[in-house]
């Protein structure tokens, strides 16, 4: 759909807010320009014009950073952690205190409609408020030995300075389930922020300063050359944990290269969500569902539905159905009022989700409703629904990462259940059904961290966020998160009724 521009923020507002971001590197508590001189340009990918230039680090900037993170590491883990808490709540009313500005820092560099974006604000300082709960209860235990002759000390402690990558889509969020478990633990930081979005990542640092985080403790080194920077870190015996998001293909390259120093890791990683619609399903609910786990972030997420498995005997309901709700979505810049699905984030992003369409098709697929980029300025790509999607076509097994939704039947829940674990991740899978038990079975069933049961978003601070097989390990949020930053010390305590 076409639209008059009608945009909800004035070109001045843009220009302040991106004139009050830091464009330094932060080290050890000082923004400083890169050591190179070097700056690289951030761009508006509704426009592809240049929002702002800041600072490229390279391996000496890197080095610099590992050497903050490394000297602030034995006086920031004596810090209370009641004190950690409550830098992290500080933190927290502060990022919602300035929602506005985060929220439009992310539309402009990301390209997500503007209500998103303030969806995405709550969601990413939500991490800050629940691990500012958290940080005062990475409890241990003392206990007797099972022969009553000894007794045992089990302590937390913070594993040391890590490296957090962090992805383009969820530019505040991503950071934010890093840098609060990782503050809440006790670990210093090296935050290496993703080179298409690193604005929102220097407004959060400047947040954190401001809300008491001591110097070293987080450091932010955007850059142009994430391997030439980040690689001598791996390789530092100082280094104690990679935390990564992105994509499985990185992620198992920089896994290998953990492997070196035998590092904790923790790999967030791509998704190929199942969407299952049993023959029993509120069809309405299950379109509503669709609308969620497809179309947030313009399907740019890890947790986005890119296979829709429908019951063959309300697949046409559901098509037809889900199909006049995605009419209704108008393609526009962020900050324009009619938005509510903003540009992919690059040509080449846009280029391959039109690709695994075009593949779809041309196996026999049909596109009821999109199927095309959308003409002008921007990656934009029509929201776009294929039926008749093939077993074996490529949309089905690759990370689409756009607004299209392939569809394929089933005919029985073994089939369906087939069909979902047909892949290498394992991220989340959806199921829409009334019946309680077949739901409970397809938890069972399913290898997937995450299973949205009638419900089609899981995310939620207080929630274990994670994948299995080529998705990931570890886990993000909820009581798990902490744990990726402690390491359990043990003492053993002689008798203490022996002589
Ligand atoms: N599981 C999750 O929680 C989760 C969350 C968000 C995104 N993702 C995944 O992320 C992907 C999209 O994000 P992306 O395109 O930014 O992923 P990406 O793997 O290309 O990049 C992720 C980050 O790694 C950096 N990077 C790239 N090569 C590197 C190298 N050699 N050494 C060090 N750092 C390097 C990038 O600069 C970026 O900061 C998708 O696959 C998506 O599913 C997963
Ligand atoms: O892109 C993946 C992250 C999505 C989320 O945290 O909801």
């Known amino acids: 759909m076409t639209v008059t521009a009608q945009p909800i923020v004035t070109a001045e507002r843009e220009s302040a807010l991106l004139a009050s971001v830091p464009t330094g590197l932060l080290i050890n508590g000082r923004w400083q320009p890169a050591a190179s001189g070097k700056t690289f340009n951030v761009e508006d990918p509704s426009t592809g014009k240049v929002l702002l230039s800041i600072a490229d680090a390279g391996p000496v ?6 050497d903050a993170a490394a000297a602030a590491q034995e006086s920031w883990a004596k810090v209370p952690p009641r004190e950690r808490g409550e830098i992290l709540r500080r933190a927290f009313e502060l990022v919602t205190a300035r929602a506005e ?7 402009l ?7 998103e974006a303030r969806g995405e604000v709550s969601y990413g300082a939500e991490f800050l408020r629940w691990f500012s709960e958290e940080a005062v209860r990475a409890f241990g235990r003392y206990s007797m030995s099972p022969d009553g002759k000894s007794r045992l000390l089990v302590t937390k402690k913070p594993v040391g300075p890590c490296l957090l990558i962090t992805p ?22 090296v935050l290496k922020s993703a080179n298409l979005t690193p604005l929102t990542s220097q407004l959060f640092a400047a947040v954190m300063l401001e809300a008491g985080l001591p110097a070293g403790v987080l450091n932010v080194i955007p850059t142009s050359t994430a391997g030439a920077t980040t690689g001598p870190l791996i390789k530092d015996s100082r280094l104690r944990k990679l935390s990564f998001t992105g994509s499985t293909e990185v992620g198992r390259r920089l896994l290998a290269d953990a492997s070196e120093n035998v590092l904790r890791t923790s790999m967030e990683l791509g998704g190929n969500a199942p969407f299952v619609v049993f023959e029993d399903a509120d069809v309405d609910a299950a379109v509503a569902g669709a609308m969620l786990a497809k179309l947030r972030n313009m399907g740019e997420a890890c947790t986005a539905a890119n296979r829709f498995i429908v019951h063959e005997s309300v697949a046409d309901e559901f098509a037809e159905k889900f199909a ?17 699905v903003g540009p992919l984030i690059d040509a080449k992003s846009r280029d391959k989700v039109h690709e695994l369409v075009s593949d779809a098709v041309s196996a026999g697929a049909v596109a009821v409703i999109g199927g095309a980029a959308v003409e002008g300025p921007g990656y934009f790509y029509q929201p776009t629904i294929l039926k008749g999607v093939t077993e074996g076509t490529r949309i089905l097994s690759e990370e689409i990462f756009g607004p ?14 087939r069909l979902a674990n047909n892949t290498d991740y394992g991220l989340v899978a959806y199921v829409f059904t009334r019946d309680l038990n077949r739901g409970l079975r397809m938890g069972e069933r399913l290898e997937t961290g995450m299973l949205g049961l009638n419900a089609g978003v ?12 080529q998705s990931g390990l570890g886990r993000e949020g909820g009581l798990e998160g ?18």
């Open 61 to 66: 900037d890197g080095a610099a950073a590992l």
């Open 101 to 107: 500005d985060f929220a439009l820092l992310m539309t």
């Open 109 to 115: 560099e990301m390209g997500k409609p503007l209500a």
């Open 168 to 189: 383009w889509n969820f530019p505040l969020a991503m950071a934010t389930r890093k840098v609060a478990p990782a503050v809440a633990a006790g670990c210093t930081m």
């Open 324 to 340: 006049a709700k995605m009419a209704d979505m108008t393609t526009a810049r962020g900050t324009e009022a009619a938005s509510k």
């Open 404 to 417: 299209v939704a392939p569809i394929i039947t089933f005919s029985s829940e073994d089939e369906a259940v």
């Open 458 to 469: 899981v995310s939620n601070a207080a929630a274990p966020f994670g994948g299995v097989k």
């Open 482 to 499: 902490i744990e990726e930053y402690l390491y359990t010390q043990y003492i053993g305590i002689a008798d203490p009724y022996a002589g």
